[in-house]
């Protein structure tokens, strides 16, 4: 018995020695990041993420990605577990005439093992093939893109959701994504499903879509999985109570989340106010230009007001209401938060800004509209409305997109699951911008489904596509939305899809990839949405059905118009910045970058108004005491 109690004793000695070397502080921070703790290689691998970080030594570097603008390259290195033996730095090296030349050397960070690079006075307007190096032997190779200012076109490839249910190759998307050669990389969240193995979560995510990320700017932003939660409601930083995060705030210690911070977003260009939150968190909220086209990246998550305690529970979960008769109002209270003061304060600074720019859109996690019946069984999960989106809070959602029209932009963003184009209503149908929900790249997570219980058509002007259930709609927070396109998952629960997943070939499961196009010269926005299986490249390769949809650029803001200013005529000054001000109220109507030297100003009700123009912000003329007229008023400014 004695020696049974010595083994006993001598194995929980063991066990707990194990987690005494974690890297995160407190109880909910032992049992992170086990995959790749500096121990690793004192034991044996359990797992598929325990295998699969330990590769060999001149392979160390798994992947690099980067963004540059205005002077400054800022690149991440994410390396494999380093073994105690193993230098902690590596060099960036780039080729010029023909030689690779050191340029920087950084240090690998533990917990995490990323390095972080940056070069100022970085010229934008070449292409630099680098390479990352490892004095072990490793190498990762790529191409610095030039800023593509003279293309006409500027794509970008917009994805998110890439499930851990399913830990087989993404070649098929990357090829794809690859053939429609994009400017722009946008991973809207969702890149790692493992919560409490993030480092190794985010490294086989890179690993997976590292040969387009290689040779492309790219932006990844952070949403809930990628934070270690089921779902995440950051009030401002604060600590929550339980992984679910409904009360607000994050689960995991401030150390973990730092970490991801770094990992997923240093590279992108510095944040529009760097002032951290509560525990010291980062920001990243920030613009990125790429070829004229300004995309503001938003943290629609960081801010926002946690549902539980604060309205009453109306469903299965405190984010989830099944309640018909309930009153929108009850919800909707003042003193709730979506975006944040900080956000729509950089949201309306960012749309007077148009140096370099032609054209703005908006990069989120998530929809600002609830476009789903639907979640997570196709029999039992119908749900009237769901908190953990951007319909919620309601008085924040409208807030936000009237900022986001001002700029006559659109959204991209993912997190739903369901690929989607709305309009979104703010006061009217079809009065807000347009918002694209890519689909999943892999959709064996959790399903949703548009699907209205009434069977009809929305209201309104028809769609002209060929699916059915298109039109004006309210979500079940009362929100006006415009559905346009729609893709359905073919499965009716996630067992059935992942059964359809482990059979391998090209199961459709309504997953893949979202492509947004922006024409310059004829200030036009096209959406197109990809199977995650196929070949692009085939004559006859088709999209989801509803695409692809195009949409002008003027078309985000739909209000309808009540008559127009005197013409504006600019006299040495092409293509001018335009803003238009409603005096009574001091509102800015919308700023935005006009073709040629005239302008018809529209205007949505009668008074009088305000006039700004310049040549990069409407700082250098002003014409007050305009009122819409009937006839072509020529004023010259």
Same mark, same amino acid.
């Given at each position: 018995?004695?020696?049974?109690?010595?083994?006993?004793?001598?194995?929980?000695?063991?066990?707990?020695?194990?987690?005494?070397?974690?890297?995160?502080?407190?109880?909910?921070?032992?049992?992170?990041?086990?995959?790749?703790?500096?121990?690793?290689?004192?034991?044996?691998?359990?797992?598929?993420?325990?295998?699969?970080?330990?590769?060999?030594?001149?392979?160390?570097?798994?992947?690099?990605?980067?963004?540059?603008?205005?002077?400054?390259?800022?690149?991440?290195?994410?390396?494999?577990?380093?073994?105690?033996?193993?230098?902690?730095?590596?060099?960036?090296?780039?080729?010029?005439?023909?030689?690779?030349?050191?340029?920087?050397?950084?240090?690998?960070?533990?917990?995490?093992?990323?390095?972080?690079?940056?070069?100022?006075?970085?010229?934008?307007?070449?292409?630099?093939?680098?390479?990352?190096?490892?004095?072990?032997?490793?190498?990762?190779?790529?191409?610095?893109?030039?800023?593509?200012?003279?293309?006409?076109?500027?794509?970008?490839?917009?994805?998110?959701?890439?499930?851990?249910?399913?830990?087989?190759?993404?070649?098929?998307?990357?090829?794809?994504?690859?053939?429609?050669?994009?400017?722009?990389?946008?991973?809207?969240?969702?890149?790692?499903?493992?919560?409490?193995?993030?480092?190794?979560?985010?490294?086989?995510?890179?690993?997976?879509?590292?040969?387009?990320?290689?040779?492309?700017?790219?932006?990844?932003?952070?949403?809930?999985?990628?934070?270690?939660?089921?779902?995440?409601?950051?009030?401002?930083?604060?600590?929550?109570?339980?992984?679910?995060?409904?009360?607000?705030?994050?689960?995991?210690?401030?150390?973990?989340?730092?970490?991801?911070?770094?990992?997923?977003?240093?590279?992108?260009?510095?944040?529009?106010?760097?002032?951290?939150?509560?525990?010291?968190?980062?920001?990243?909220?920030?613009?990125?230009?790429?070829?004229?086209?300004?995309?503001?990246?938003?943290?629609?998550?960081?801010?926002?007001?946690?549902?539980?305690?604060?309205?009453?529970?109306?469903?299965?979960?405190?984010?989830?209401?099944?309640?018909?008769?309930?009153?929108?109002?009850?919800?909707?209270?003042?003193?709730?938060?979506?975006?944040?003061?900080?956000?729509?304060?950089?949201?309306?600074?960012?749309?007077?800004?148009?140096?370099?720019?032609?054209?703005?859109?908006?990069?989120?996690?998530?929809?600002?509209?609830?476009?789903?019946?639907?979640?997570?069984?196709?029999?039992?999960?119908?749900?009237?409305?769901?908190?953990?989106?951007?319909? +919620? =809070?309601?008085? @924040?959602?409208?807030?936000?997109?009237? !900022?986001?029209?001002? *700029?006559?932009? %659109?959204?991209?963003?993912?997190?739903?699951?369901?690929?989607?184009?709305?309009?979104?209503?703010?006061?009217?149908?079809?009065?807000?911008?347009?918002?694209?929900?890519?689909?999943?790249?892999?959709?064996?997570?959790?399903?949703?489904?548009?699907?209205?219980?009434?069977?009809?058509?929305?209201?309104?002007?028809?769609?002209?596509?060929?699916?059915?259930?298109?039109?004006?709609?309210?979500?079940?927070?009362?929100?006006?939305?415009?559905?346009?396109?729609?893709?359905?998952?073919?499965?009716?629960?996630?067992?059935?899809?992942?059964?359809?997943?482990?059979?391998?070939?090209?199961?459709?499961?309504?997953?893949?990839?979202?492509?947004?196009?922006?024409?310059?010269?004829?200030?036009?926005?096209?959406?197109?949405? +990809? =199977?995650?299986? @196929?070949?692009?490249?085939?004559?006859? !390769?088709?999209?989801? *059905?509803?695409? %692809?949809?195009?949409?002008?650029?003027?078309?985000?803001?739909?209000?309808?118009?009540?008559?127009?200013?005197?013409?504006?005529?600019?006299?040495?000054?092409?293509?001018?910045?335009?803003?238009?001000?409603?005096?009574?109220?001091?509102?800015?109507?919308?700023?935005?970058?006009?073709?040629?030297?005239?302008?018809?100003?529209?205007?949505?009700?009668?008074?009088?108004?305000?006039?700004?123009?310049?040549?990069?912000?409407?700082?250098?003329?002003?014409?007050?005491?305009?009122?819409?007229?009937?006839?072509?008023?020529?004023?010259?400014?």
């Amino acid at each position: 018995m004695k020696n049974v109690l010595t083994l006993i004793f001598g194995a929980l000695l063991l066990w707990n020695g194990a987690f005494a070397q974690s890297a995160f502080p407190g109880e909910r921070g032992k049992n992170l990041d086990i995959a790749t703790r500096e121990d690793i290689w004192d034991r044996e691998p359990n797992g598929f993420l325990e295998e699969f970080v330990r590769v060999e030594r001149d392979e160390v570097i798994a992947f690099a990605i980067y963004t540059q603008q205005s002077g400054s390259l800022k690149m991440t290195a994410q390396l494999f577990p380093l073994k105690p033996n193993e230098k902690r730095e590596v060099t960036l090296e780039l080729k010029k005439n023909g030689e690779w030349k050191k340029a920087k050397t950084a240090t690998v960070n533990y917990p995490g093992w990323y390095a972080q690079l940056r070069i100022d006075n970085w010229d934008g307007s070449k292409d630099v093939p680098y390479r990352v190096t490892h004095s072990g032997g490793a190498t990762f190779e790529g191409l610095i893109r030039k800023d593509p200012i003279n293309k006409q076109e500027i794509v970008v490839a917009s994805m998110s959701c890439n499930s851990s249910r399913d830990r087989g190759d993404r070649e098929s998307i990357v090829a794809n994504v690859r053939a429609h050669d994009p400017d722009l990389l946008f991973f809207a969240g969702d890149q790692s499903y493992d919560h409490r193995e993030l480092t190794a979560g985010w490294t086989w995510f890179g690993f997976l879509y590292r040969d387009i990320i290689r040779d492309r700017p790219t932006i990844t932003i952070i949403d809930d999985h990628d934070i270690g939660q089921g779902n995440f409601w950051g009030e401002g930083g604060i600590i929550a109570d339980a992984t679910d995060g409904s009360s607000g705030g994050y689960y995991y210690p401030h150390e973990y989340i730092k970490m991801i911070h770094d990992q997923s977003t240093w590279h992108l260009p510095d944040p529009y106010d760097s002032t951290p939150i509560e525990q010291g968190i980062q920001v990243y909220y920030t613009d990125v230009k790429v070829g004229e086209v300004s995309f503001a990246v938003i943290e629609d998550r960081k801010f926002k007001s946690g549902p539980k305690g604060k309205i009453p529970e109306m469903g299965p979960r405190p984010d989830h209401i099944n309640d018909e008769s309930y009153d929108r109002n009850t919800v909707d209270l003042p003193g709730l938060k979506l975006l944040g003061d900080r956000q729509v304060h950089f949201l309306n600074e960012w749309s007077q800004d148009w140096e370099g720019v032609e054209m703005k859109a908006v990069l989120s996690q998530t929809a600002f509209t609830g476009a789903v019946h639907l979640h997570g069984s196709f029999d039992e999960g119908r749900l009237l409305a769901d908190l953990d989106s951007n319909a +919620w =809070p309601q008085t @924040g959602r409208n807030k936000a997109l009237t !900022a986001i029209r001002r *700029a006559w932009a %659109p959204h991209l963003c993912g997190d739903q699951h369901l690929a989607v184009v709305v309009q979104h209503g703010i006061e009217n149908h079809r009065d807000g911008p347009f918002g694209f929900t890519n689909p999943a790249l892999v959709n064996t997570i959790y399903g949703r489904w548009w699907w209205p219980e009434n069977g009809e058509a929305g209201g309104g002007t028809p769609i002209d596509n060929e699916l059915e259930w298109t039109g004006d709609y309210l979500d079940g927070l009362g929100n006006r939305m415009t559905m346009h396109a729609y893709a359905n998952p073919n499965f009716k629960s996630m067992n059935e899809a992942r059964d359809l997943s482990a059979q391998g070939g090209e199961t459709n499961l309504e997953d893949g990839y979202g492509i947004a196009r922006f024409n310059k010269s004829t200030r036009t926005i096209t959406f197109e949405c +990809w =199977p995650r299986f @196929g070949d692009v490249t085939k004559p006859g !390769a088709k999209q989801y *059905a509803g695409w %692809p949809l195009t949409i002008r650029q003027e078309d985000n803001d739909g209000r309808e118009v009540y008559g127009y200013l005197p013409e504006l005529v600019f006299e040495g000054m092409n293509d001018p910045v335009v803003q238009v001000i409603e005096e009574s109220s001091g509102e800015v109507l919308y700023t935005v970058r006009i073709q040629g030297d005239t302008f018809l100003p529209k205007v949505y009700s009668n008074g009088k108004y305000t006039v700004k123009a310049g040549k990069d912000r409407p700082d250098e003329f002003k014409k007050t005491g305009l009122k819409p007229t009937a006839k072509k008023i020529k004023v010259k400014l």
